[in-house]
């Protein structure tokens, strides 16, 4: 190797460098921003190609004892916790216990009377149920705490009617992934809790993640984030349970399946990795699950099994989910063409989304800030 060659070398590999480098100051500047106006606390991981290029903590963590975040610190995922319902569905279609043009009624005959919907609808919200929460909010005794299983005898008892023909339109469902759950246990014969902790949790090694209902069976766990809302009268932060407008925290902490799910952004990275391979299920088995779903009308919807997909000039194929509850919100996106990873976990419910944000950063795209910063 020439003296000049070597020369030339060094200056390409020090130039990449740099220009990485510039774009980690760049998202640390953009979250600087973000946190210093108090629109960010939580845990931002950003990795390419399973590589953290960028990970960092922000804020509180329990505002009783001023414990800080820390990239291990644990967050209500919320709504993403739906992409482990769709897995554990689908490790249970390859063992053979079940399948997904199933009808739902075969595990549920309580609810015989839905009989067009199908694991396959429940899972890309295709199946017209109508909103559980808004139902429940009506009829239930909020004194108590619900479970799966009063969803399904309220359901029985009052049938409510679809709002379309199964397989006709697309409609975001918590009500199905919670049927989702309740399916998983009838065709493992296993909780919820414990399918998810054996068949994915365990075999990825994410020891910090698990299924908890913190109001229905409380525990010690160390090094957990309590969610948050900011009282503009009080000018501090409470948790949603002292708040009358988000009880809801409390009365439908027992129901699994379109949350609940808990975890940090080091295990999510995890999770990442484990989703380019065959791992968990075979690799035909994860292109279902990041295929948009079809109408019956031949239009294809931005979902798939427990995750929404986008398609860009830019960027590829994003598959991506929020959550967001009282107290979390949360975010993970994945760029599958291009092996690009954001993963953003936040105790404050007013907060920002930073994540498309830091897209921009990555494709050297001009950086809009989110709305609501000045």
Not at 78 to 86: D, G, H, I
Not at 198 to 203: R, T, Y
Request: proline share 4%.
């Amino acid at each position: 190797m020439t003296l000049r060659f070597l020369s030339i070398l060094v200056l390409f590999v020090l130039g990449r460098a740099s220009f990485a480098q510039t774009k980690v100051n760049k998202i640390d500047s953009l979250l600087g921003l973000l946190y210093g106006k108090g629109k960010l606390n939580g845990n931002v991981l950003v990795a390419e190609k399973g590589k953290i290029t960028y990970l960092k903590s922000f804020g509180i963590a329990n505002e009783s004892t001023g414990e800080k975040v820390n990239e291990n610190t644990i967050f209500e995922l919320a709504s993403c916790s739906k992409q482990f319902t769709a897995m554990a569905i689908m490790i249970l279609k390859e063992q053979g216990k079940l399948r997904l043009d199933d009808p739902m009624s075969r595990y549920l005959p309580k609810l015989s009377f839905y009989d067009k919907i199908t694991i396959r609808n429940l899972l890309n919200h295709t199946g017209g149920l109508p909103d559980y929460l808004s139902i429940m909010d009506t009829v239930f005794d909020k004194h108590k705490i619900a479970v799966n299983d009063d969803i399904i005898d309220i359901f029985a008892r009052i049938k409510p009617a679809l709002e379309f023909s199964p397989g006709t339109q697309f409609s975001y469902s918590n009500t199905g992934y919670a049927i989702l759950a309740s399916i998983i246990e009838i065709a493992s014969g296993e909780s919820y809790a414990n399918f998810l902790k054996k068949n994915i949790f365990e075999p990825l090694d994410m020891q910090r993640t698990f299924v908890y209902n913190r109001r229905l069976h409380p525990q010690k766990i160390n090094n957990y984030a309590f969610g948050y809302i900011y009282s503009k009268y009080l000018a501090k932060y409470l948790l949603p349970d002292s708040i009358e407008k988000a009880k809801v925290v409390y009365w439908l902490d027992g129901v699994v399946g379109d949350g609940t799910v808990n975890s940090t952004v080091i295990d999510l990275l995890k999770w990442d990795r484990a989703l380019y391979t065959g791992k968990l299920i075979s690799k035909s088995g994860i292109q279902m699950m990041f295929s948009p779903a079809r109408l019956s009308n031949g239009t294809l919807t931005k979902y798939g099994f427990g995750w929404k997909i986008e398609q860009h000039a830019d960027y590829g194929k994003l598959v991506r989910h929020s959550g967001g509850w009282p107290g979390y919100k949360s975010d993970i996106e994945r760029h599958i063409d291009n092996d690009k990873t954001i993963i953003v976990l936040q105790n404050h419910y007013d907060a920002e989304e930073p994540t498309k944000a830091i897209r921009s950063i990555l494709y050297d795209q001009p950086v809009a800030l989110p709305s609501r910063i000045p």
